[in-house]
C-alpha cells in the first residue's frame, strides 16, 4: 500500500506545477455511475450483479496531452453465488457490499476535452458481505458439502484494482465507461476463518474482483 500513497505523492506534486500554467483545467467533477460486479474464482459459482457509485473528482493539467484525476466514490454493489436451497434445488444467494474507492488516474487526452482514456491504480475498503436474505443463510453453496451461505461473508476489507476506460463529451459534461480488475486475492480473509473444520473442501480461496462502471461526470 505504501508505494501506492508515494506515487500519490508524486504525481500530485507534478500535477500542482502543471496547474500553474494552466489554470482552466483544475476542475471539480460530481459523478454518478451503474456498475456490475463479479468476482473471478474458481472457489464459487457466482452471478454478476448490479450496483453504484457516486462520488467527487478532481481532474488536473498533468503534462502536455495527459491530466490527472483524483476522485473518492462510495459504493454499494451486490454479487450472488448459486446454492442448494430446499428440496436441494439451486437458487441464487444475493449478497449487497457498501464501501469507498479511492483512485488517481492518468487520462490521454485523445481529443481535447472531447475523448480520453484513462488508465490507474484505485484501492477499495468495504465491509463484509451482507446477506440479503437471513432465510438463505443455511443454504449450502454449490461445490460444497456443509459450507452455508452465511459462512462466507467475511470477504478482505482492502483491496487494490487497475481500471481502464473512457471519457467523452464536453468540459461540463463527461460519460465514462471503465472496467476494473482487482490484482489482490478478495477472498483471502476467508483463508484466516477456519472453514475447513466445518468443509474439508473449504480451503485456498482465491478470486479477483471485476467490475464494469458506466456513468456521468458533470465538471463544476
Known amino acids: 500500500m505504501r508505494p501506492f500513497f508515494f506515487f500519490l505523492l508524486i504525481l500530485s506534486t507534478f500535477s500542482i506545477h502543471a496547474q500553474r500554467h494552466k489554470y482552466d483545467s483544475n476542475r471539480i467533477g460530481v459523478q454518478g455511475q451503474y456498475a456490475l460486479l463479479d468476482l473471478n474464482s474458481s472457489n464459487f459459482e457466482t452471478n454478476q450483479e448490479a450496483g453504484f457509485l457516486v462520488g467527487l473528482?478532481?481532474?488536473?493539467?498533468?503534462?502536455?496531452?495527459?491530466?490527472?484525476?483524483?476522485?473518492?466514490?462510495?459504493?454499494?454493489?451486490?454479487?450472488?453465488?448459486?446454492?442448494?436451497?430446499?428440496?436441494?434445488?439451486?437458487e441464487k444467494v444475493e449478497y449487497t457490499w457498501s464501501g469507498a474507492q479511492v483512485k488517481l488516474l492518468l487520462s490521454y487526452l485523445i481529443a481535447g476535452d472531447h475523448l480520453s482514456l484513462e488508465v490507474g491504480p484505485i484501492v477499495q475498503v468495504n465491509g463484509k458481505?451482507?446477506?440479503?436474505?437471513?432465510?438463505?443463510?443455511?443454504?449450502?453453496?454449490?461445490?460444497?458439502?456443509?459450507?452455508?451461505?452465511?459462512?462466507?461473508?467475511?470477504?478482505?476489507?482492502?483491496?487494490?484494482?487497475?481500471?481502464?476506460?473512457?471519457?467523452?463529451?464536453?468540459t461540463h459534461v463527461r460519460l465514462t465507461a471503465n472496467y476494473q480488475y482487482g490484482f489482490t486475492?478478495?477472498?483471502?480473509?476467508?483463508?484466516?476463518?477456519?472453514?475447513?473444520?466445518?468443509?474439508?473442501?473449504?480451503?485456498?480461496?482465491?478470486?479477483?474482483?471485476?467490475?464494469?462502471?458506466?456513468?456521468?461526470?458533470?465538471?463544476?
Request: aromatic fraction near 10%.
Open 185 to 220: 486475492n478478495a477472498l483471502n480473509k476467508l483463508n484466516d476463518e477456519g472453514l475447513e473444520l466445518k468443509d474439508p473442501a473449504a480451503t485456498n480461496f482465491e478470486g479477483n474482483l471485476g467490475l464494469i462502471t458506466a456513468g456521468i461526470v458533470l465538471y463544476l
Open 57 to 90: 473528482s478532481k481532474r488536473s493539467a498533468f503534462y502536455n496531452n495527459f491530466d490527472l484525476i483524483f476522485g473518492v466514490d462510495f459504493m454499494q454493489t451486490s454479487i450472488s453465488m448459486n446454492a442448494r436451497g430446499e428440496a436441494s434445488t439451486v
Open 129 to 170: 458481505m451482507e446477506l440479503d436474505d437471513v432465510n438463505q443463510s443455511d443454504f449450502v453453496l454449490q461445490n460444497y458439502t456443509s459450507l452455508t451461505a452465511e459462512d462466507v461473508q467475511e470477504w478482505s476489507r482492502v483491496n487494490g484494482l487497475v481500471s481502464v476506460g473512457l471519457s467523452a463529451g464536453f
